[in-house]
């Protein structure tokens, strides 16, 4: 084998072993616009302080089809939070970077059932990010979804 063969069959194999190299821990990496698993809201996350949240920044229906007026938070079990948007409402909340790409000892609110359940967030790839929902405290008692990145 001659020597530029060989130096471009080396070169292929750094470059492909690099695509598997562990992602490097970032606290921040989970910043960004994200797309429910349904495909159905966008969430952007933000840091404040040393907390991450997430705000409602999209849905594919803005408006209640009954009305044709902005989706409210209808759910709400406090009776006088039942008239606000839920366009841009912040529904994550106090997420800890726990190092390893993941965030923990947050809370999410569904704006659908009216319910807040605790959450964890688990960056997979820079475009992946598995968010487990769970009933407080047992987290046996949970799905996890996987959303994507919005570029």
């Excluded at 089809?65 to 606000?84: F, G, V």
């Amino acid at each position: 084998m001659n020597v530029y063969r060989l130096t471009a069959l080396v070169l292929l194999l750094m470059l492909t072993l690099s695509a598997y190299a562990p992602q490097p821990d970032n606290a921040d990496a989970v910043v960004g616009k994200w797309l429910s698993s349904k495909k159905k809201n966008q969430v952007q996350i933000y840091k404040q302080g040393n907390k991450y949240y997430g705000r409602l920044v999209w849905t594919a229906e803005p408006n209640d089809p009954a009305t044709n007026r902005p989706k409210m938070d209808s759910q709400n079990p406090d009776e006088k939070l039942r008239t606000r948007p839920i366009h841009n409402m912040v529904i994550m909340t106090n997420l800890t970077y726990k190092g390893n790409n993941v965030w923990s000892d947050g809370e999410i609110y569904n704006p659908e059932d009216g319910k807040t359940y605790s959450c964890d967030l688990s960056l997979k790839s820079p475009d992946a990010l598995d968010l487990h929902g769970y009933v407080m405290g047992i987290s046996l008692l949970g799905k996890t979804k996987t959303w994507t990145r919005v570029k």
